[in-house]
């Protein structure tokens, strides 16, 4: 599985035209970054969380540029809390506002690939989760810690990353983890994901 390339082109473009919008909000690490209905929460620097807010499973790590509330609708924000990872910068924008300043400097056809962007990402981790046993998870989510950038990486702990975006126990986790540096399968170093040698199907 390969992740959907982020369409940061598009992101910067959209983010620079509200740079002078009104002053930017900074946050601290663990701190709530708002996500409200008929707003658009633009993030401008920093790592961030998204967490599902019923049970605060992982959705994914991200770095800025970011963009969300493009649809307007407070159900969909509902289900989701963002969390800065590390100081963050962000703004809060009506959305009616937001869509009249893309209008006004020709900018709406930006808007295609960031959506089309959520939606790839959306089903990869549905293919990644969905019917899959608890090796195949585990195998899924360390190939996708692989293919973060490496400054992000080199912040993750892999045991953490993978429990946080599973559920499944910690035991388990560390149970798979110990069998594949056993064998060879990853590098491992205090806690950081190094390098991958091939994973194998199944885990013997």
């Not at 002053?23 to 970054?33: A, C, D, G």
């Not at 910068?89 to 690939?113: C, G, K, T």
Request: glycine content about 2%; hydrophobic content about 40%.
């Amino acid at each position: 599985m390969t992740l959907p390339q982020k369409p940061l082109s598009e992101l910067y473009r959209l983010t620079d035209l509200f740079t002078d919008y009104h002053k930017l909000t900074r946050v601290e690490r663990f701190t709530l970054i708002p996500v409200k209905a008929h707003t658009v929460t633009l993030i401008h620097s920093g790592q961030f969380s998204i967490i599902r807010s019923s049970d605060r499973l992982l959705f994914e790590k991200q770095t800025a540029p970011a963009l969300y509330g493009l649809t307007g609708n407070s159900h969909t924000l509902s289900y989701i809390r963002i969390y800065a990872d590390t100081q963050c910068h962000f703004q809060l924008v009506a959305l009616e506002a937001f869509m009249q300043r893309l209008e006004d400097n020709h900018s709406l056809h930006l808007i295609p690939a960031i959506l089309s962007w959520h939606i790839e990402s959306l089903l990869y981790r549905d293919e990644m989760m969905m019917g899959r046993n608890s090796y195949q998870m585990i195998k899924g989510n360390i190939l996708h810690l692989n293919q973060l950038d490496e400054f992000m990486r080199a912040k993750i702990n892999v045991a953490d990353f993978i429990v946080k975006r599973t559920n499944l126990s910690r035991s388990i986790v560390m149970k798979v983890l110990s069998a594949l540096r056993a064998k060879n399968h990853i590098d491992v170093k205090r806690g950081k994901l190094m390098t991958i040698n091939q994973l194998p199907e199944k885990l013997s």
